[in-house]
């Protein structure tokens, strides 16, 4: 089956680190995605993994094992802009390029 | 400016009826998506159209109805026979020719059903 696990919510302090994990057990792999998700908006991209390592874009990194089925976001020097949802999505091997989509992790930004 | 709209943002229909929701775009994209979002809830999959004139059911594709007759337009209708169709519905679309593959959001539009 397909099977997608990310925290419900996190907390964080403005100026800290904070790490959002991502599992996932799918039948294939084409990379993994996370988007960002302001409440009532759209999601929004921030990082493409498809091979084992970390991608680093600015204030935000993303990290893939595949071996293991896991993936991180790590955002650095938070902001309370960053207050959002953040969603982990697996696209599939077949031809469909379909992505499956975790249920998100709500991170609140506190001063 | 090349982007995803969307239209209505907000939407309210009366139990029974019909009702469709539009998804334009002008990035050139092949692909394009049509995605459910209930409150708590990662993003599900209703139909998906690769090329024009051709789509597929999603993951839950049931009391929904699509067509792709233009590359820019992918409307949604969401029929009486939907049992719960009060949701944030998204349509994305992709180009499919490049490595990253990524999906581009509009902004949404959120279906109320009184």
């Known amino acids: 089956g397909q099977n997608i696990d990310q925290p419900t919510e996190m907390t964080a302090t403005e100026g800290a680190i904070v790490q959002i994990n991502c599992t996932y057990q799918?039948?294939?792999?084409?990379?993994l995605f996370w988007y960002q998700q302001h409440a009532g908006e759209a999601p929004t991209f921030l990082s493409y993994?498809?091979?084992?390592g970390l991608e680093e874009k600015g204030r935000f990194s993303s990290f893939l094992s595949r071996s293991k089925g896991y993936s991180y976001l790590l955002l650095k020097e938070l902001q309370m802009k960053d207050s959002a949802s953040y969603l982990c999505?697996?696209?599939?091997?077949?031809?469909?390029?379909?992505?499956?989509f975790g249920s998100g992790t709500r991170l609140l930004v506190r001063p | 400016d090349g982007g995803i709209t969307q239209s209505p943002k907000y939407l309210f229909r009366k139990e029974g009826q019909n009702v469709t929701l539009s998804c334009e775009q002008n990035?050139?994209?092949?692909?394009m998506y049509w995605y459910r979002q209930d409150p708590g809830q990662g993003l599900r999959l209703i139909y998906y159209?690769?090329?024009?004139?051709?789509?597929q059911k999603g993951d839950i594709a049931e009391g929904y109805s699509v067509s792709r007759e233009k590359k820019e337009s992918f409307p949604l209708t969401v029929t009486s026979a939907q049992k719960n169709p009060t949701a944030f519905y998204l349509c994305a679309s992709s180009i499919r020719r490049s490595i990253t593959d990524t999906q581009y959001f509009g902004p949404g539009t959120r279906l109320t059903v009184l």
């Open positions: 159209s690769q090329i024009v004139n051709d789509f």
């Open positions: 993994n498809v091979l084992d």
């Open positions: 990035l050139n994209h092949d692909a």
């Open positions: 799918t039948s294939g792999f084409n990379g």
């Open positions: 999505a697996v696209r599939e091997a077949d031809s469909s390029y379909k992505l499956i």
